[in-house]
Nanobody
Framework: QAQLVESGGGLVQAGESLRLSCAVS????????MYWYRQAPGKQRELVAT???????NHVDSVKGRFTISRDNAKNTVYLQMNSLKPEDTGVYYC???????????WGQGTQVAVSS
């Protein structure tokens, strides 16, 4: 059974860094585009960054220059390096996998990130 497991969240002060990981199992990782989303308290879930099967990346404007998404196909893992964290980055961060056909979508359980000012 396919599974996405996020890790690396925590409580940090503004300006510090965290690295989130999403370990993927039970599917052919190279066939999936990968996404990081986040959901702040009381707000809708929003897209943060994407990485295609070929490694092409995209980051939303609010995190450009601070966050970097990457993937290691040998380890079936996608990462989100988060630098210069701000209090507004606080939320639950979710990993999402979408098959290249678009027919399969999988979510992890989320990892909590809290940034204090």
């Amino acid at each position: 059974q396919a599974q996405l497991v996020e890790s690396g969240g925590g409580l940090v002060q503004a300006g510090e860094s965290l690295r989130l990981s999403c370990a993927v199992s039970g599917l052919t990782f190279g066939n999936y585009n990968m996404y990081w989303y986040r959901q702040a308290p009381g707000k809708q879930r929003e897209l943060v960054a994407t990485i295609s099967r070929s490694g092409r990346t995209n980051h939303v404007d609010s995190v450009k220059g601070r966050f970097t998404i990457s993937r290691d196909n040998a380890k079936n893992t996608v990462y989100l390096q988060m630098n210069s964290l701000k209090p507004e980055d606080t939320g639950v961060y979710y990993c999402n996998a979408v098959s290249w056909t678009g027919s399969i979508t999988l979510w992890g359980q989320g990892t909590q990130v809290a940034v204090s000012s």
